[in-house]
């Protein structure tokens, strides 16, 4: 990419030198100010396209600690001095042309064959560097590359008018008309017409880029394309600038308060590809704020609490007793704080639950220990007299089909117990939590040397896992 932007920029200086060097002698030599009007709009585009190969070169640099946008504004920058300088060419087409048609600057214009071929040959090159330029701009959204495209293809315009200008001169010559010696004058002031319309098109971009002006129609895009994404809420604030053919695009995005913060982080990827689809290439940035939906039970603002101070509350239960609503929870604290650190959590976490769930009216909140160690243990054991004792039990739950994979292992004295059961598939959720508690309650009343029974169900049709 920097090759052929540097390739094309380099070409376009070299014709540029050239078509300037001809222009201006021949303007000389004929006096006339249409061709030194462009000789002047081409050494313009002489320094333009010499301002265009340095910001190439200096646009395509990657972001360093100096610069940690990149380098991309130094194309705008160009582009900027470009439309400065067409408006300074005007200023003087345009009084050297009022003089000349007020009487106060007479001239006496030479049409020559000479200058016809240079107004020719220039057109010829502008045409060909202005399609080479503006197919290497679309290729790599160059604004550079663009504001020089632009100029030469109406440089060809330009040379077209001055050509007609002095063509009715030399007829006026030839016929004896003294008011067509003024075609040459009114040619420039054509000429200085068409670099303020190309002057107020290259500042109008030129500006909104270097402060920053949202792309036309790209933030609305952005936002319907978000909004359409899986579990965002609401797209708070949208900000894209423009930094030489590189797009910088934030985002401030509302999410679920309740969604983890893994799925948090697929939704941020997916926003960010469909930004990407917009605007290829671009620099995405992606805040996400938790938001209430609107839809969320009890239960879920209860866990959104505990969320909110990184914990993680289960065996979440309310009941209503007579219009009020009590609130039983299970919450795991690190092992290694006392009963005083993990029950001046619990008491900040039940009034944050209070104050933000105001239905609830009293809180029992059981504090468990979240294992921090690996605890050291023994190899599994088969122990089928266990087994037998306990395989009988079986018998009081007819929803049980079976019961396999049975492992004991003894850790520190202490024995543990899992094992397998299978279940009907269609057997609700909340039924096969209550078999599981109920089924653990009664091994352990048979064999009260069990410390921790874990039982993994498992549907009819696939009991394999």
Not at 93 to 108: F, S, T
Not at 148 to 155: C, V
Not at 272 to 286: E, N
Not at 423 to 431: G, T
Request: glycine share 4%.
């Amino acid at each position: 990419m920097r090759a052929e932007k540097r390739a094309v920029a380099l070409n376009s200086l070299l014709a540029a030198l050239a078509v300037t060097v001809l222009k201006l002698l021949v303007g000389i030599s004929t006096r006339s100010l249409g061709i030194l009007s462009e000789a002047a709009h081409s050494g313009l585009d002489l320094v333009a396209a010499f301002i265009t190969l340095l910001s190439v070169r200096v646009s395509d640099k990657p972001a360093d600690a100096e610069h940690q946008y990149g380098h991309g504004k130094v194309e705008n920058f160009s582009a900027f001095i470009e439309t400065g300088l067409l408006l300074l060419t005007c200023i003087w087409i345009l009084w050297e042309a009022a003089r000349r048609l007020a009487g106060y600057h007479a001239v006496d214009i030479e049409p020559t064959p000479a200058a016809f071929a240079v107004l020719f040959i220039s057109m010829a090159v502008d045409w060909w560097r202005s399609r080479k330029l503006k197919r290497i701009a679309r290729k790599y959204d160059s604004q550079a590359l663009e504001a020089d495209a632009l100029h030469f293809s109406t440089d060809i315009f330009s040379s077209a008018v001055v050509a007609l200008g002095l063509g009715l001169v030399w007829l006026g010559r030839i016929w004896q008309h003294p008011l067509l010696d003024k075609a040459d004058s009114i040619a420039a002031l054509v000429v200085s017409g068409v670099i303020v319309y190309v002057s107020w098109r290259l500042a109008r971009q030129t500006i909104d880029s270097l402060l920053d002006a949202a792309p036309a129609g790209y933030r609305n895009r952005v936002i319907e394309a978000v909004l359409n994404i899986s579990g965002v809420i609401e797209v708070e604030r949208v900000r894209i600038r423009r930094a030489g053919n590189r797009y910088f695009a934030d985002l401030t995005v509302g999410l679920a308060r309740n969604v983890t913060f893994q799925r948090s982080g697929q939704v941020v990827a997916d926003i960010s590809d469909a930004v990407h689809r917009i605007l290829p290439d671009a620099d995405v940035v992606i805040h996400s704020v938790p938001r209430e939906t609107g839809q969320e039970n009890i239960f879920d603002r209860i866990r959104a609490v505990a969320a909110r101070n990184n914990f993680s509350v289960h065996d979440v239960s309310v009941q209503d007793l007579g219009g009020r609503l009590h609130v039983e929870q299970h919450l795991e604290l690190n092992e290694t704080l006392t009963l005083k650190q993990g029950h001046d959590l619990v008491t900040v976490l039940e009034g944050e639950m209070r104050h933000d769930v105001p239905e609830i009216s009293t809180i029992l909140t059981h504090i468990e220990s979240e294992p921090a160690t690996i605890e050291p243990g023994r190899k599994m054991i088969r122990d089928a007299a266990l087994e037998n004792k306990l395989r009988p039990i079986l018998n009081e739950f007819p929803e049980i089909l079976d019961m396999h994979d049975v492992e004991i292992k003894r850790v520190r004295e202490k024995v543990y117990m899992s094992c397998h059961c299978t279940m009907s598939d269609d057997l609700p959720l909340a039924r096969v939590h209550d078999i599981s508690t109920e089924l653990e309650i009664r091994f352990k009343q048979v064999a009260p040397e069990l410390f921790k029974v874990l039982i993994h169900p498992e549907p009819q049709t696939d009991n394999r896992r």
